[in-house]
């Protein structure tokens, strides 16, 4: 009997994880009913060295392939699609685990579902309060959710393990993916795209199957948010107007306090002068796009123009580390 999901694991430079999140599979009885291949991002790193001397010591019916260079996790997450052949896909970090009590979850979950469904949102704890719908994009799902809780749904939209993907109805879109990859949330725009092209839909879901790893390497954050305003707000090409309209108002909140803590992230990555880019000029695109950012900025502005080194101590250790390209 074939089986219904394939469960893709996108890795770099994480194998104590990894490895811990194999043990768990193999626990919960995940490999069961799932296919699941490891995507590393790492051809010179150990465990790519340890398969292709064939000493890999991994479970049975767990797949290995490498890439042929570090392509970031956004595409290495699009080669899921390309390479999956089971129903449905869930994409999962290297990081994360999944909780007791999941495969019966998603299982019966699978078993469920209409035709008409394209991808299925899990809630996570990192929000906690995903109203329980199912919508025809993006629109429908924002009027239930209160403007204070925009900041949290925006992330947990991207959340990558949060998703169940119907792999037939999401390839036909893959392209869109690519062009708007960019944005950082391109795992997003097929789905959308098949709401609008094929009356499909998305179900938001209060199940939580997931538990999301916090490591310490992490992506650099002002980076990652900067392309993401950039794309969503002046690219085209992947996303109709509606949805688009709406991952805006999710990521363009009024949170002051989360758009001063954006603002200091931009000083402290651009500020960087080995990446050779202005900060005030990446200041200033974000201004024009977003009030809220205008605001933050104007706030913010005695302590931008120190050097990140002379910023009280305190805040540094709250912004933490800028975060890794390698990552991006």
Same mark, same amino acid.
């Given at each position: 009997?074939?089986?219904?999901?394939?469960?893709?694991?996108?890795?770099?430079?994480?194998?104590?994880?990894?490895?811990?999140?194999?043990?768990?599979?193999?626990?919960?009885?995940?490999?069961?009913?799932?296919?699941?291949?490891?995507?590393?991002?790492?051809?010179?790193?150990?465990?790519?060295?340890?398969?292709?001397?064939?000493?890999?010591?991994?479970?049975?019916?767990?797949?290995?392939?490498?890439?042929?260079?570090?392509?970031?996790?956004?595409?290495?997450?699009?080669?899921?699609?390309?390479?999956?052949?089971?129903?449905?896909?869930?994409?999962?970090?290297?990081?994360?685990?999944?909780?007791?009590?999941?495969?019966?979850?998603?299982?019966?979950?699978?078993?469920?579902?209409?035709?008409?469904?394209?991808?299925?949102?899990?809630?996570?704890?990192?929000?906690?309060?995903?109203?329980?719908?199912?919508?025809?994009?993006?629109?429908?799902?924002?009027?239930?959710?209160?403007?204070?809780?925009?900041?949290?749904?925006?992330?947990?939209?991207?959340?990558?393990?949060?998703?169940?993907?119907?792999?037939?109805?999401?390839?036909?879109?893959?392209?869109?993916?690519?062009?708007?990859?960019?944005?950082?949330?391109?795992?997003?725009?097929?789905?959308?795209?098949?709401?609008?092209?094929?009356?499909?839909?998305?179900?938001?879901?209060?199940?939580?199957?997931?538990?999301?790893?916090?490591?310490?390497?992490?992506?650099?954050?002002?980076?990652?948010?900067?392309?993401?305003?950039?794309?969503?707000?002046?690219?085209?090409?992947?996303?109709? #107007?509606?949805?688009? !309209?709406?991952? /805006?108002? @999710? &990521?363009?909140?009024?949170? *002051?306090? =989360?758009?001063?803590?954006?603002? %200091?992230?931009?000083?402290?990555?651009?500020?960087?002068?080995?990446?050779?880019?202005?900060?005030?000029?990446?200041?200033?695109?974000?201004?024009?796009?977003?009030?809220?950012?205008?605001? #933050?900025?104007?706030? !913010?502005?005695? /302590?931008? @123009? &120190?050097?990140?080194?002379? *910023?009280? =101590?305190?805040?540094?250790?709250? %912004?933490?580390?800028?975060?890794?390209?390698?990552?991006?």
């Amino acid at each position: 009997m074939s089986k219904p999901l394939t469960i893709w694991i996108p890795t770099f430079r994480r194998p104590r994880q990894l490895s811990q999140l194999l043990k768990n599979f193999d626990q919960l009885g995940i490999i069961d009913f799932a296919e699941v291949v490891i995507s590393d991002n790492d051809p010179e790193g150990p465990l790519a060295e340890t398969m292709a001397k064939g000493d890999g010591d991994l479970p049975l019916n767990v797949c290995y392939r490498c890439n042929a260079a570090n392509l970031s996790a956004g595409v290495n997450f699009l080669r899921a699609f390309e390479c999956c052949t089971t129903p449905w896909l869930m994409i999962v970090g290297d990081d994360d685990l999944f909780k007791f009590g999941a495969a019966d979850q998603i299982l019966d979950l699978i078993a469920s579902l209409q035709d008409d469904i394209a991808a299925v949102k899990f809630d996570s704890s990192l929000f906690g309060s995903q109203p329980e719908c199912v919508s025809s994009g993006l629109g429908d799902y924002i009027e239930q959710l209160s403007p204070r809780n925009y900041p949290d749904a925006f992330n947990n939209l991207c959340l990558i393990s949060n998703w169940l993907f119907r792999t037939d109805s999401y390839r036909l879109y893959l392209a869109s993916a690519y062009l708007g990859y960019s944005s950082k949330i391109s795992h997003l725009f097929p789905a959308l795209q098949a709401c609008v092209r094929d009356d499909a839909k998305l179900m938001f879901s209060h199940l939580q199957p997931v538990e999301h790893g916090i490591s310490e390497a992490s992506w650099p954050k002002a980076a990652t948010w900067f392309e993401m305003v950039t794309t969503l707000a002046s690219f085209s090409g992947f996303i109709d #107007a509606q949805n688009r !309209s709406a991952l /805006l108002k @999710l &990521l363009l909140h009024s949170d *002051w306090r =989360r758009n001063i803590a954006k603002c %200091l992230r931009v000083q402290q990555f651009y500020g960087d002068q080995r990446l050779g880019l202005n900060t005030w000029r990446i200041h200033i695109h974000l201004a024009l796009i977003s009030t809220s950012y205008l605001q #933050a900025l104007l706030l !913010s502005w005695p /302590l931008l @123009l &120190l050097p990140y080194r002379l *910023w009280p =101590r305190s805040l540094r250790n709250k %912004l933490g580390d800028p975060g890794s390209i390698e990552r991006w």
